[in-house]
Structures are given as C-alpha cells and as structure tokens.
C-alpha cells in the first residue's frame, strides 16, 4: 500500500490537470458512529425487505468532514452509502495533499454523463380522443395493467423516487399526483424543473400520468419523490455522484423503488473510461450505491441505455445483480435495435425484463403528447407494475421481486442477452381486491414460526364468523384454518402444520358478518 501511493505520487509530477475536476475520495472506517436520521417509514422499509444490518447506516463524520474543509478543500457531496465524499480539485498539488491525509483510503475521478438517452419523437397529437386508457393502453396491455388495475391495485401506499433531468408537473396527467418532496441535485434547490425538459416528462407521465379516456399510468395513486439529477446543458462530469446523493436522499425519506432512466459509463478523458471489465456489477460507483440500496429494502429499476445492438452494451447500474434492468420491445414484441444487450463482464444474462419501448405515448409539455422510443420509457412502464407488486405484497425484498418478474417472463425458460426473460406476466401474482375486503386487519407475532397467531379485527364482530383460509401470494389456496374468539376484535387461528407451510409470504382471510377480512403474514418455518 505505501508502494503504490508513493508510486501515485511520483506520477503525479509528470501530469498536468489543466482544469478543476471532482473526486470521489473514499475513507477508512470511523470508529465512531453517526446513525443516519431516518423516517418512520423507512425504518419500516428496511424491516420488512432489508437486510438485518445494511450498509449505509452511519453518516461520514463530521470531524473528517471538517478536516477536510480546514484543508482547503470543497466538499460537493458526502455519500454514506459509499463512506465517501466527492470533492472538487484544482491541481496537483491539491491532489498529493488529499492522498497524504491519514484517513483518505482511495481516489477516483467522478463520472461524468452517460451520452443522453434522447427520445424521438413524433409529430405532436392533439389530446387523446379515445376512451378508458386513450392512446396509451397498447403499453399497459402488454404488461396486463388494465387487469391488474380492475384487480384494485393503483401503486397506493408505495413510495417511488423518480431521477431525471428536469422534471416538469405543469401537465394534466399530473394533477391528481402526491408529491412527498423534490429536489435539484445540480442546482441544488427544491424546485426540480431545471428550467425546463421533456425527457422528465415523458418518464413520470408513463408511470404516474392519470387523466382517464385519454392516458393512464401503471402507478397513479403511489407517492413520489422528484429529484433533478442530470443537467443536460454542460459536459459535467457530477452526474453520477447527484444521482448517489438523491438516493440516500430518497432512502432518508421511506422510499420504495428508484425508476431511473439514466445510464453513465464514461469520463471526460476517454482514457478514463470505465473499462468493460468495470461491468461486473459491484465496480462502478453507481452500481455499488445501487447494491447498497437493494441490502436496505429499495428496489432499483434502470434502463439497459440505448447502445445496442452490439454484445455488451449494458451500461451501469444496470450491470448490477440488484437492479431490475429493463430492455425496450415493440409493441409485437421484437426487441427494437437500440436496446442495451448483455452479458455483463461477469458472464450474467441482461436485461432482466422488457417492456414497450417503441412508439410509447407519453405526455409532453403543459397539454400536448407525443409518441417516443427508447428504454428510458420502456422502464417506468415496469417501475409501474414493480409498484403494483409491492402494493399487493409490501414484504417483498429487491432480489424476491426481481426473481419474480425473471420467472414470469416470458423468455424465462430460455432467456438470453436481448431478450433477457422477457415481458413479465404477473397476473398471477394479484390476488383480487374484493370489495368486502378491509385491508388493515393486524397478524401476531408477525413474523412467525408459532402454531398460532392472533388476527386483529378493525371493527368489533359479535357473530357470524364463518372461516379462515391460508394462500400464498400466488393466491393458491394451502388450507383452511381453525378460529378462536377471543374478543370481539381478537381471533385466535391455528395453523397447518410445517409440512404444509415453508418460509414465505402468506394472505390470510376471515369471513364474518358478510366481510372478508384480510392479512399478510411473514412465515418462518
């Protein structure tokens, strides 16, 4: 180690940087903690899909922070996720002075932006004329929304973090829309627009737009968070590091999935590239923050990027493992030319699922809509439906949700690096909303392993309790259940025994009075 930065040092005086640049600079554990500040939801979140003890937990030290600062240097963002800072440099000398602080582990320039996923567009229509979903239900149809829709689900209760260049809610589709919180990542204010820019747009309108007879999303009735973190006027090379920095932002505040149609692989010096050897999943910053995500219960779904059709053109973070990739078809279902193929350098299939990605209509301006290509628009169609998944099962983790739409697609018995899985039919997986049904019954102990649980009851039932069923999220029925009553909103249910039941998630149900009552129950065997 003392080789290599004395080495790192000596080529230092033969190299020139003639301009600021920003670094990521990596530091050495902290022996003190600094726990992150979270939401009550958030909390909830990692419980529930996270794992026990995720990366990300403790914020950078303000000790370092202010050394750092005392040192004369910038600091632009701090990332716990990745125990690191991005700063800005102004030469050499600033560079040899950073590797020579005792807690400076690594330094790597910041990624600049990927070449822009830019839509083409058609001619601009008038507003839709036709009824129910209007011009945009061929994209909901392939992924069977319309059903999924009728089913009762609509993203309600899921918090979903949009990243984009500026994002713009002027438009009708965005009236009925909850917007949690926003925030520019470049500009660094609370308004996310950036003056202005269509690609935003488009991306929000095809997963959360709601004006019916002329266009619907997958999601309409989740909740959002709107970040700004592309800044499509220059050749900066921070893109990457506000994209890291909205989503600890976004995992702060609770959020559910991450729908981002944004890709970067390169640096401003070609010489500084990602290699192909940096798609592996686990090497590039943005797939790394990504992977950390995942470990805390947040699901990242991400454009292949529109470099195809060559071998490989996968661009991170949808090299990650943990991110649901999406790749674009046509509305016949042929994969349109530009989509990103895999594999990953590691040897892994990508992408893991498609969607329409060809002449996809989207909302545009403060009135207008247009139709577009590409898997920037292809993924907020499945960001929609990972949403919709969620609602019905919110114990979900990242990896069982992407293992579901790999199993469901319909490339899945032999996937392969254009196709990936394929369109995922998840139909399925929805058990149906009956309207006798009250979503807020309580199970205890939640998880299980006990021979009984405790089912809690929203409203006091005196009589007529009928039965008690046990399906599996698949909504296959396993078996009828034994009732006690305890009180008049307690019952006491026996389960099967473990050679019925294996680790999962379970739907219970309660009949009484002419209502179904319902719950999810996670069981351990």
Known sequence: MIYLKTLFLCLLTFTQLYAQQ??????????????????????????????????????????????LRVAGFKIRHSSRFL??????????????????????RSIQPVAQRASRISPINEPSLPRGSGIDYGRSLTQNEMLHIPTIHDL??????VMIGVFDAGIVTDHLVFDHLDIRATYDFVDHEINPDGGGEAHGVYTLSTLAGYLP????????????LLARTEDINSESRLEEDNWVAALEWADSLGVDIISSSLNYRYFDDIAENYPFSALDGQTTIITRAANIAAQRGILVVNSMGNEGPGVSTVWPPADSPHVLSVGAVSAYGGVIAMSGRGPTYDGRIKPDVL????????????????????TSVATPLISGLAALLLQAHPNLSPDSVIALFRSHGNNSDLPDNSRGYGIPNLLGVFPKFDQRVTKNCLIYPNPSSAETIQFVLPLPVTELI???????????????LDLQILSETTL?????????????????????????????????K
Request: aromatic share 10%; hydrophobic share 35%; charged share 15%.
């Open 355 to 374: 969607a329409m990605g060809f002449s996809v209509f989207v909302a545009s301006g403060l009135d207008d809509y247009v139709f577009t290509n590409g």
């Open 492 to 524: 006491q249910l026996s389960l099967p025994s473990n050679q019925v039941l294996s680790d999962q998630l379970l739907i219970i149900t309660v009949e009484a009075e002419g209502n179904l009552y319902s719950g999810k129950l996670i069981y351990l």
């Open 213 to 224: 007879e002329t266009f619907i999303g997958p999601a309409y009735g989740a909740t959002y």
């Open 152 to 157: 009762g689900y609509d993203g309600e209760g």
């Open 466 to 480: 009928h039965t008690s069923h046990v399906y599996n999220i698949r909504g296959q029925h396993l078996a009828s």
């Open 83 to 104: 125990n690191a800072v991005s700063l800005e440099i102004n030469n050499n000398q600033d560079l040899t002075r950073l590797h020579q602080l005792p807690f400076v």
């Open 22 to 67: 920003a670094y990521w600079v990596f530091l050495e554990d902290n022996p003190v903690n600094h726990p992150v500040t979270l939401t009550e939801k958030a909390e909830q979140r990692i419980l529930l899909r996270g794992k026990r003890t995720p990366a990300g937990s403790q914020n950078i030290s303000t000790i370092r922070l202010n050394q």
